[in-house]
């Protein structure tokens, strides 16, 4: 029924653009060839084609009103490279666009990604804003949460996954600080029907209630303080047989304090720590985030940029993270960041070290432990040169621990990418990539890009461009 439904919504957004004053749009199409080889089995020959359509018309009947379409569709001429099969494909985003000559006012309705606060989502549905007196500023939107088929939880847990989050709601309330910046506080409830309303309760509860408060504040032309907090707000909830939940009310908090030392040297600052358990409590992509891990992860770091702007700069940067299941690591290292104007010339290298806590080897091993510390490194350069472009892109890992089981016996890997460009017109680009990389998972693995983008508009007068 919701692959219906995109259908038709994509059908009548398509003909609405027929009566557009002005319309515009972009056709990516990327031809993928890949051979793998690992030992042991096989080689896989990969040989996807996607196409990626963008089409925003404007001036539908009034300059106020605005349509834009975004979806993608995938085709293998080889082994399927996707949980979709041989061919599949989605729609993105769909939605009418109603700007108001008034308060910055809003409204949207159609398919459609919000930003507010606590909500950073998708939606089938309406949304608004608008700006209110003394600095206000109020949003909100209401809707059912996108399901793409690559994210659908595997059977029979997605009949519980769909009866629990089938609706979406959310709002921000902001305030304007002058020029100093901006607070908000927010809200988002993913869900109306909690896994102790069905006959037998699911393992996992996909439903969310949150709410935070974010921040833009810079007092200063050099000083500049972003974040957010995030809470759960949701009554916990005991799996049958499960563990008690820790109550930890903090979702998420991260910020990040910047400030210009002088004009050419930047200092910036970060604090991050969530807890999984809340902050994954549900999401509308089961299949990349683990919402059953109950773990927690905090992270501080920084970063000294010298040389900011100029042709030459370098970075220092230094990362402390911990987390309850794997420990404390450590990432520190300098990026090299050179320009030559003249040629259009840019390149430079990065090297990076990671000491990490030896993990436990679970399952009756020989061995108890196994590290996890690595070296980075990587060089880079891109040269244009008129309507063409080339770049080579290298990084390499070297781990501490060569016996690590997970390595399979590659204790150094690396990839390789070299890539050339070209834009006959205004309106079109060729490029192509050519991929060589050796990883713990294939011995070997040749990869072949090509990528075509070709963009369009026509106009009311003066034809098609």
Known sequence: MRQRTSV??????????????????????????????????????????????????TRLGSDALSLHLYGWGVNDL?????????????????YLDYRFSQA?????????????????EQVDGISGRTDLRGGFNVSAFVGAPVH??????????????????????GGRLGLRLGPVGEVGVSYLQDGSSPPWDL?????????????????????????????HT?????????????????????????????YTLLPTITVTGNYTERNLEAYFAGTNMPNLFRTDVSDRHQAVGGSVILGSATATEV???????????????????????????????????GLHKVSAADLFMPGGSVRAFYGMSREEGRAWVMVEAGKYTASLDGISY????????????????????????????????????????????????????????????????????
């Open 8 to 57: 038709v919504l994509l059908a009548t957004f398509v003909s609405a653009g027929a009566w557009a004053q002005d319309v515009s749009g972009f056709s990516t199409t990327i031809a993928h060839f890949s051979q793998q080889n690992t030992p042991g089995f096989p080689s896989v020959d990969l040989a996807p084609f996607t196409e990626f359509l963008g089409v925003d018309a």
């Open 78 to 94: 080889g082994g399927p490279s996707t949980i979709l099969g041989k061919s599949g494909g989605d729609l993105s985003y769909a």
């Open 104 to 120: 910055n006012a809003e409204f949207k309705a159609g398919r459609f990604s919000v930003n507010q606060g606590a909500g950073v």
């Open 148 to 169: 793409y088929k690559t994210q659908e939880p595997p059977s029979p847990s997605t009949y519980t996954y769909h009866y629990q989050t089938d609706m979406i709601i």
């Open 199 to 227: 006959a037998t309760p699911p393992p996992v509860d996909y439903t969310r209630k949150q709410a935070g408060t974010d921040l833009r504040l810079a007092p200063t032309a050099k000083l500049e303080l972003t974040g």
């Open 230 to 258: 995030l809470f759960n707000v949701a009554n916990q909830y005991q799996a049958p047989g499960g563990p008690v939940p820790d109550g930890h009310r903090v979702a998420e908090q991260d910020y990040t304090l910047r």
């Open 315 to 349: 970075v220092l940067d230094f990362r402390h993270m911990s987390r309850e299941t794997y420990g404390n690591s450590d990432r520190y290292g300098a990026d090299l960041r050179m320009a030559a104007a003249e040629s259009k010339v840019k390149y430079g290298f």
């Open 398 to 465: 070297h781990f501490d621990d060569g016996t690590n089981p997970n390595l399979n016996g590659k204790s150094s890997l690396c990839q390789v990418v070299g890539s050339v460009g070209v834009k006959p017109t205004e309106n079109l680009s060729l490029s192509g990539d050519l991929s060589y990389g050796a990883n713990a998972y294939y011995q070997n693995e040749t990869s072949v890009l090509l990528r075509t983008t070709y963009r369009f508009s026509a106009a009311s007068k003066g034809g098609s461009k």
